[in-house]
């Protein structure tokens, strides 16, 4: 018989979620352990697995929507149930009307899923629109973002249950109509891919454009506003000589395929530091202080969706192999938003590199809850002076943001001490 799909709480004291992605269609028979829906949290996007094998029988939930948790968002079971079962099953809900979507019968579904695939199959001609009589169906998000970008729905090609248009729709051909611009040779040329309808900004004839950000840039942008606002940063900087550490580097990379970056070592050094010093291996708990015993540090990554810190467990412990391995397991989910929840919770430090661009130094914001995060810039050769003698040396800047609640001045200090003489004697990360 069939059964209600909810909203799962996919992370601790989440309330809600939103329906990211559907990633089976309807009536399609899936496997246990087959990820059937994406949700996407205000850190990640997680795939919601199914515990048995089945089918999606109805939406009650439109991709885009946000979701309380708890909340009915699909119906499913066998392939084979009746129309009036699902119909009876959903009146038991007592949904408001207007939101779920499919909520007719099946045979209505399949009524208005003629003139949907009618203007599709139209639209591959440049023939269908509105006007004409063709119906399109489309989910909020993506009727959003068309909105948005002046793209009309009519020139899209939906990939969804019953052809309808999604998201990942849209953003193909907003894709395409970029691609067809840059082969013209100038922004005259855009157009969608019925050649009909210009891609245009928001605001016709003004030199910007209003992108809309993500919900994950949207909670990042919050995150640290709060951190500033509330965790008093002090700053520590300091330089350290990189040459010993770069040739540790090679002779760990030589013959191999390890591939161990420099911030791998870094993150290597960070750990050691923390089991010296342990007295930065904290969090503020607003009416005690949490004392971690293991180094978790967390990695910021950079995604065209926004800033994520994975979080890598058990630093101190692990070989340098295995965190590098780890580390760009880490770095590869978080480009493709299949990170999960547990990966991005926890630690007390966070690891940022901006050394790859050729930065030499900056100072970043605390990544809450953590007690601290260490930035780190460029390895360059410039004058250094050892022992009265002027020379040139690798020389890297390091600058330490330090919450003052949890952390004193003097212990933030003993730290950096203690991190710098590790790298420079890099042996040590090893140890």
Known sequence: MPEILRMP???????EAVVSSWNVDLNTPYAAGEAIVTVETEKAAVDIEAETEGALLRLLADEGQTVAVGSPI???????ETPDAVDALVATLDLPTGITTGAGSDDERRAEAVPAESAVADRGAGAASPANG?????SPIARKLAAEAGLDLAAVVGTGPNQSIRRRDVEAALAAARSAEAAAGGPD????????HAVEPATAGAEFEDVPISRMRQAVARRLVDSKHSAPHFYLRGTVRVDRLLDVRRELNDGTQAAISLNDLVVK????AHSRVPGLNVRWNGDSVRQYRQADIAVAVATEHGLVTPVVRGVDTMPIGKLAERTRDLIRR???????????EGGSITVTNLGMFGTEEFAAIINPPHAAILAVGAASRQPHV????????TIMRLCLSVDHRPVDGVTAAEWMRELTGIIEHSLQILA
């Open 9 to 15: 709480e996919v992370a601790a004291n989440t309330t």
């Open 74 to 80: 699909a119906v499913w079971g066998s392939p084979g």
């Open 134 to 138: 063709g119906r399109i169906f489309a």
């Open 189 to 196: 040329a855009a157009a969608s891919p019925s050649s009909d």
């Open 269 to 272: 050094a960070v750990a050691v």
């Open 334 to 344: 978080a480009h493709d938003r299949r990170l999960r929840q547990h990966e991005l």
């Open 386 to 393: 050892v022992d009265g003698e002027l020379g040139v040396a």
